[in-house]
């Protein structure tokens, strides 16, 4: 909500399933983000492998005031890398509340060490104040681009390889063919 309505709840709603549209310029570029923000609750969790399948990018987010919420965070990845099959996903790490100094309970350089394992860029974000929202989205779809430039480049290999190998398969008749004349 901070991020798109600048917004600050300061009730704690469930959240069953929200989604947010909204369109951004980042790099100069227009981005249209498709924001689903997802049950962190146990019995809301039902649609979670459709989401995860679907999802280009994800952010997981914990609490630095609550030590369970990082495990979960870690449970989370392992989630999204059995659904996908693959630990090529964008994703950023966030650890929540940094305004809460006084109840931390998960230390910056644990975030730090989480990110570094889950090779994703990392954020102590504060939704209350505001602080690096902007900059945990825009990260993400910089993530985004880029997996999909390397599968543009990787695909444009794999269509330019047929042919690559056609043309040298060829070659020897050519040979032949010369050598005949
Ligand atoms: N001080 C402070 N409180 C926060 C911050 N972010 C969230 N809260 C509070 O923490 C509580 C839970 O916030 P939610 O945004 O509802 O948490 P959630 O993770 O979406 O919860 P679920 O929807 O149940 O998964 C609310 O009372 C918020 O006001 C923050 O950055 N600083
Ligand atoms: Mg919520």
């Known amino acids: ?8 709840p300061e009730d704690h709603d469930p959240t ?9 310029r980042i ?9 689903l923000d997802t049950a962190g609750q146990v019995e809301f969790t039902a649609m979670r492998d459709q989401y ?6 994800f952010i997981i987010s914990y609490s630095i005031t609550d030590r369970r919420s990082f495990q979960e965070a870690r449970q989370l990845k392992q989630l999204i890398y059995r659904v996908r099959h693959t630990v090529d996903t964008p994703l950023v790490l966030v650890g929540n509340k940094s305004d809460l100094a006084q109840l931390r309970q998960v230390s910056i350089e644990e975030g730090k060490r989480l990110a570094e394992e889950f090779q994703c860029p990392f954020f102590e974000t504060s939704a209350a104040l505001r602080y690096y929202i902007d900059e945990v989205f825009a990260t993400l779809v910089r993530q985004i681009r880029q997996r999909e430039a390397e599968a543009c480049r990787v695909n ?14 060829r070659l020897p ?9």
């Open 1 to 8: 909500m901070q991020f798109i309505s600048h917004r600050f």
């Open 16 to 24: 069953i399933e929200d989604a947010y549209k909204t369109q951004i």
């Open 27 to 35: 790099d100069n570029e227009a981005a249209n983000l498709d924001i």
């Open 52 to 57: 995860m399948r679907a999802g280009e990018g």
């Open 156 to 169: 444009k290999k794999k269509s330019q390889r047929p042919h690559a190998l056609w043309t040298r398969l």
């Open 173 to 181: 008749f050519h040979r032949k063919q010369h050598s005949l004349q």
